[in-house]
């Protein structure tokens, strides 16, 4: 049976408008146009969110007033009236609610709890996205530590980590200032932490350059962590 921790699960609850001032049901009609793939009719949308069409269709063009829609005829070549097609504008601010940390929350539960070695599969599954996210080096060339560990800073930008490379005698080190998992690493730091040790692992491997994450210091201070590397000589 998993072990629930509810101790700050208000965390997890949305705080803000997620109607954006718009209304709910705007709100939710502008969040299917976002959710769609294509243009959808007025039509269409009443169907989907259980609306009059002519509801569907009132909601449709306030929001085209508002610049977050943008509405356009079909175009066609039968005869026939074309159709009135509504799409979300690209400026539109986000209307659905994507709950990611608590899926983050619920599947590093899972793996804490029915692993026999939670921070070992984390780790691996870590290291292998550090290689996918990693361009690899081109045959026959060899990448020097300094521009490897420039590929590392890189790359963890890139996926929300604030980082920069120290390096002072007997001391190269990694330091993290900003984790973009932190929430989920307070509550599960053994899996998450091990996934970041994995991805700084990936990562450096991936470059070739001989330079090794040899450890780990989560969370040393609020939002700070520690990876103690290692380049190889020669």
């Not at 449709?60 to 074309?82: F, H, I, K, N, Q």
Request: charged share 25%.
């Amino acid at each position: 049976m998993i072990a629930m921790d509810t101790d700050g699960w208000d965390g997890l609850r949305r705080t803000d408008d997620p109607a954006h001032g718009l209304g709910p049901t705007r709100a939710r009609v502008l969040a299917l146009l976002q959710d769609a793939t294509e243009p959808m009719t007025a039509a269409a949308v009443g169907a989907r969110l259980g609306l009059h069409v002519n509801s569907a269709r009132f909601h449709l063009d306030a929001l085209a007033e508002d610049r977050l829609v943008v509405r356009e005829r079909e175009e066609r070549s039968t005869p026939g009236r074309p159709k009135v097609l509504y799409a979300a504008a690209d400026a539109a601010p986000a209307a659905a609610h994507r709950s990611y940390r608590l899926l983050a929350e619920i599947l590093t539960g899972v793996l804490a709890d029915r692993l026999p070695e939670p921070s070992a599969t984390a780790e691996a599954a870590g290291t292998a996205w550090g290689r996918f996210l990693t361009p690899p080096t081109p045959p026959f060339q060899r990448t020097e530590p300094a521009a490897a560990l420039e590929v590392l800073v890189a790359s963890l930008d890139a996926v929300g980590f604030d980082s920069h490379v120290v390096d002072e005698p007997d001391d190269l080190r990694l330091e993290v200032s900003h984790c973009p998992f932190l929430e989920v690493a307070e509550r599960h730091h053994d899996v998450v932490c091990a996934v970041h040790l994995g991805l700084i692992r990936g990562v450096l491997e991936q470059t070739g350059a001989g330079v090794r994450a040899t450890a780990l210091e989560p969370l040393v201070e609020p939002s700070r962590c520690i990876a103690h590397l290692a380049a190889d000589r020669g």
